[in-house]
């Protein structure tokens, strides 16, 4: 979402360890780190980082993807949907895996979410390819950017408290005690490390002042490991293997170019959504190419119109508000509440949506008083539970676990 949306009115000076404050609307957040010849040891410039976020495209619809294996030693638990590619499902181990009925993806005691394999039925390795395909997109992207500071503290942070940018190291980095992650709700942090990540047992990444999981990408070209009973915040993009100890934690996402490997661990994807609270701010949100939106509370009436593009997902659909209007592309979604489980009203023939919507048919909504939808209108057909329907249908409680459909 564009800075000037969710923009943090604070700038900060640091000046000969005094710290003061001042605000204006002109500014965003102004991070000041400590460097020395990049080394960590002097003071540097105060200067303004603003960094756009790593695309992680459909990589970002998993928790764990690796091309190699993903394995645990029960039990984990893992929050989010896992895929391998190329390698196919036996190399899911530890997992208990049971097949859908679809054959799509399959099961597990351990997984709140699905497992994906490319011996699965289509279109699962089709996505799957694409998927990986973008997870290497998104480690080149996040290696190729510039950076603000280079080799701070020889690569070991233990016990710093970083901001918003680019980190670069020619080496490892190590985290041997806490280490904080100061900024805002749309700060961006990108660590490029040449070596890998060695997190001590027992440690933790903290995030303070609002900096979201989603906004850390951690770009490592060698194994990560992190420590029994630590915790770890962010989007790991690794170049080889990733393992967690065991009781280990991390609130974000293992996307490994190898393997991933768990020991009673807890993962937890984070959600990507943005929140909109306006019909403008939704026309923003995708105009600037955001792909999970969700309408925090009620937007006022209006006599907007939205369309929603093929590929992105509007979450609480039913708080657009009196008069206004948004019409669902094809391949788009309508989601109520957070996550990817059993809450899709609306998507392509191959969701495990309420309604599939097929190509090139749309889905009309109009916003009726007291977070309710006014019309809903199918625009070509839809298939609801193995039937086709087209026209003006009724959903009771939208903002329920919808189980009925009927046509007028």
């Known amino acids: 979402m564009k800075n000037k949306i969710f923009k943090k009115l604070l700038t900060t000076f640091l000046t000969l360890g005094m710290v003061s404050l001042s605000f204006s609307s002109a500014f965003a957040y102004v991070p000041t780190v400590l460097t020395s010849g990049n080394t960590g040891t002097e003071e540097n410039d105060t200067q303004l980082v603003v960094t756009k976020p790593v695309n992680l495209g459909t990589s970002g619809d998993y928790a764990i993807l690796a091309k190699t294996g993903i394995s645990t030693v029960p039990n984990s638990v893992v929050t ?67 950076p603000d500071y280079t080799e701070l503290y020889t690569g070991d942070i233990s016990g710093q408290t970083l901001t918003a940018g680019v980190y670069k190291w020619g080496t490892g980095v190590l985290i041997n005690s806490d280490v904080t992650l100061n900024g805002g709700e749309n700060d961006v942090f990108i660590f490029q490390i040449a070596e890998g990540i060695t997190q001590a047992s027992g440690t933790n990444i903290i995030l303070a002042g609002g900096v979201q999981a989603k906004n850390i990408f951690w770009q490592a070209a060698q194994t990560v490991s992190i420590g029994s009973d630590s915790h770890f915040e962010g989007i790991i993009l690794g170049k080889t293997n990733i393992s967690l100890g065991t009781n280990a934690s991390i609130n974000g996402r293992l996307l490994a170019q190898t393997a991933v490997t768990l020991i009673k661990s807890t993962v937890v994807a984070p959600a990507n959504t943005v ?103 199918i625009n070509g057909t839809a298939i609801y539970k193995g039937s086709i329907i087209t026209g003006i249908v009724e959903i009771p409680d939208e903002n329920q676990n919808v189980t009925d459909v009927t046509t007028i």
């Open 80 to 146: 989010g949907n896992i895929g391998v590619s190329p390698i196919d499902s036996t190399a899911i181990t530890g997992f208990s895996l049971t097949l859908d009925a679809t054959t799509e993806f399959s099961h597990s005691a351990q997984l709140i979410g699905q497992a994906y394999a490319p011996d699965y039925a289509s279109p699962t390795p089709s996505k799957l390819t694409t998927a990986v395909s973008n997870m290497e997109t998104a480690y080149t992207d996040a290696a190729g950017r510039a």
């Open 275 to 377: 929140d909109v609270t306006t019909m403008s701010q939704l026309e923003e949100a995708l105009a600037a190419g955001e792909t999970d939106i969700t309408i925090a509370k009620s937007i006022p009436s209006g006599m907007s119109q939205v369309i929603i593009p093929s590929g992105t997902t509007l979450r609480d659909y039913w708080k657009i508000g009196f008069g206004n209007v948004v019409v669902v592309n094809s391949g788009a979604n309508l989601r109520w509440g957070a996550g990817t489980v059993d809450n899709l009203l609306v998507g392509d023939v191959n969701s495990s949506a309420l309604i599939k919507l097929t190509t090139g048919s749309t889905l009309t909504i109009t916003g009726a008083e007291n977070d309710k939808i006014e019309l809903y209108v």
